[in-house]
């Protein structure tokens, strides 16, 4: 049973033994809870080696329910230290060779309320032993006495009033198994032979094989090392069974704790930290937190670490930068200094170590910190030069004159970075601006408006540079970075200007050709060159003007007309061109806008010119007004009068002003002959010089319904036709006349060859009637009703020489009209005048076929209206077979000549 000396930590027969005897102490009667330490003294054997760090015994303080605001103390703190559990750690290697000649005072004090206890360990080493007169019995074995209880089951059980302590046993021991850990033991063993076992994980649950127990002597035993992080503990349970299986005690459970040891380093979370801290941050400005973990108890000081930085790269400003708070691993700074544009990163190393840290005992690892120091706008830009130079040509625009270079300490590309450029000085009219190209930082130094060679010959311009953010540092806030661009504008040649244009002039139509209206001249702003100018017409569209090139002069070589084409509004527009004997030559246009004033010039005209009216005066008249190519006052009101020739005129009409643009015109007489009337009608406007004019309306008097309606449309009339219309209607009237045309000359072909079948046939015996048409009349009438029957005259006299009818045409003997010659390139209202004037010709020339024709009958007998029938009689041949009975039913007249021909009555 000495194989526990060989324990790593705590004798667990000391232990269990101290157990034993406050289970005495209690066993008696009811307990009353204490507060204070569960024992007056401790005996712990310790193992042959203890290293820093190790527990050596557990203290059991009773807190009886309460609160706990107890702290221990120990009375050698440069040895051992005692935590808040009342676990007690070495703090250096001890020797175990001997043991402690006095013990260890553990004292217990409540800060709260002031109270205090004491306890005593006794550090024993392997095989020591203490005389009795230190109040320890003298045993090797301890053991678990498990209270008996009356065999006969009828009695009352006695209900037990005590607790097992834990076992503690320190993992990674080395040694030897089995290791003899508690031994347990029934007070019926003397009496009742009894089999002792043990149940749970570690026993006969999973794990096994990890416990085990003699089942005679109850001496319990750990088989192999313990691995706290496995398993930090054990729950078993002890049994006591007769031979029989009858079960004596009770079950009794027992706690077995595994003690921690330092196995375990701290793992850092990840390898590589990385943080950022703004440069110029003050001292105190967290970083970073950094983590580790330990797999040992952390309620030990085997799990509880401790953080510190080993080095910090570069190391240049200072060489503590920044500190990590031990326990938390938050990475703060320490001193002032963080300058971007010189230590843009820093690099550190971060250990963390358990035992609280201590480096002896402590184990340790380490990981990485990366801090990068973040860019703020602590540095202003600076020109690279004081003075800039550029040029510039007069009038241009959009065109970059100067870059202007600046340098910044600042991370490119960033508003701490990036510039701005401002002109604060030389450039009143804002000719000027200065954009920032993003790429390169500089300032583009542009021309925006145009500038005039003649008013700026150079400029001196002022431009500060700023960042888009502000400064940060408080250094730099006063000082702002300026440079001078000098900028020279070149001379061009410009083109010459009209002032004003365009001109407007007021004039009255119709002066005199040759006449100077006005002198239109421009001006050259090239003052400091020495050239002239020259004038020509650019636009003229009535070619009314002409312009002297020397001096601008204008004068008319027409007539200006208000009423022509050309004028728009009364206005007549002219385009001149002004050009300077500049290399190369510049010019500039001018407009002329001329507002042409009326004068009284166009005598009102009638309208309409033909019109239609009842023969009757009651039932209608006609509405006339004029036309007027002048603007008022040059036109109305108009005055309407008929002219006085001839006499007839006023006769027969009368005229009746309606107002000053309207007149009626209407019949005097009681009834007027229907036909066609040229009335006319003198019209007179109300200019300064007021004009007359006298037209003819053309008047058609027609018989009229009872709604007042003509009953018939007269041919001649064509009034409200347009151009269009009359082209459609001469091309109808042409394609019917080829249309008569082509069925006359079928008519006449149609006739010839009647004739020939006629010659087969003796004249004798031709019986067949010939009618001809004696009211035929020559052309000239007023209804030009032609006969197109005189287009056939050829055959007609060929008839007339067989039928003894002579007809004699006689042209008359009268002077012939002028017909319009048609022009070569006629326009279409040139060809509606061209037909209306042959028309007009040809209805006025008498000479023109067909001509009156006189026809000459050879009548015989006396008052005979149809001629002579001798030529039936001696045409007669005899023939009685011919019957004529049928010519009776024509009539008394053809009654004799049925007679004849039948035999009858001779004349």
Partial sequence: MHSHASMPLISCWDLLLLFLLSASQMGGGSAVCRPGFSEDIYTTVMSETVLPGQPVFIVKYMHCGRISHVRFECSQPEDFRISVEGVLYALRPLDTSHSWITPLVIKAWDHVTGQQWQTRVWLLSSGAQLPEKHGVPRTHIPEIVIPSHPLDRSLRRIKRGWVIPPINVAENSKGPFPMNLVKIR?????????????????????????????????????????????????????????????????????????????????????????????????????????????????????????????????????????????????????????????????????????????????????????????????????????????????????????????????????????????????????????????????????????????????????VVATNEVPLQSSVHLSRQSTATVSVRVNDINESPYFEPNPKLLKLQEGPQTESVITTFTAQDPDRFMQQSLRYSTLSDPGDWLRIDSINGRITTVSILDRESPYIQNNVYTATFLATDTGSPPASGTGTLQINLLDVNDNAPQLFPSEAMICDKPDISGINITALDADVPPNTGPFIFELSSQPAEVRENWTITQLSGENAQLGIKVDFMETGIYDIPITITDSGDMALSNTSYLRVKVCQCDHNGDCTAQHPILGTGLSTGATLTLLLCIISLLILVLLLVTWIKRRDKERMAKQLLIDPDDDLRDNIFKYDEEGGGEEDQDYDLSQLQQAELDNHASTTGVRRLDERPQHPQPQYPVRSTAPHLGDIEDFISEGLRAADQDPTAPPYDSLLVFDYQGTGSTAGSLSSITSSYNGDGDQDYDHLNDWGPRFRKLADMYNGGTDE
């Fill in 186 to 462: 029934s007070d019926n063993d003397e009496r009742v032979s009894l089999r002792y076992s043990v149940t749970g994980p570690g026993a006969d649950q999973p794990p096994t094989s990890v416990f085990s127990i003699d089942p005679i002597s109850g001496q319990l035993s750990v088989l192999k090392p313990l691995d706290r992080e496995h398993l930090p503990s054990f729950n078993l349970r002890a049994h006591a069974v007769d031979l029989n299986g009858n079960q004596v005690e009770n079950p009794v459970d027992i706690m077995i704790h595994v003690i921690d040891m330092n196995d375990n380093r701290p793992e850092f979370i990840r390898q590589i930290w990385n943080g950022s801290i703004p440069e110029g941050s003050k001292p105190g400005t967290s970083v970073m937190t950094v983590t580790s973990v330990d797999k040992d108890d952390p309620k030990t000081a085997n799990g509880q670490l401790r953080y510190k930085i080993v080095s910090q790269n570069p190391a240049s400003l200072s060489a503590n930068m920044f500190t990590i708070n031990n326990k938390t691993g938050s990475i703060i700074t320490v001193a002032a200094g963080l300058d971007r544009e010189k230590v843009p990163q820093y690099t550190l190393i971060i250990q963390a170590t358990d035992m609280e840290g201590n480096p002896t005992y402590g184990l340790s690892n380490t990981a990485t910190a990366v801090i990068t120091v973040t860019d703020v706008n602590d540095n202003p830009p600076e020109f690279t030069a004081d003075t800039f130079f550029g040029e510039v040509s007069e009038n241009q625009v959009n065109v970059v004159l100067v870059n202007l270079a600046v340098s910044d300490k600042d991370q490119p590309s960033t508003a701490a970075w990036d510039t701005v450029y401002r002109i604060t000085a030389g450039d009143p009219m804002g000719h000027f601006s200065v954009p920032t190209d993003s790429g390169s930082n500089k300032g583009l130094v542009t021309v925006i408006k145009p500038i005039n060679y003649e008013v700026n010959r150079a400029f001196v311009l002022t």
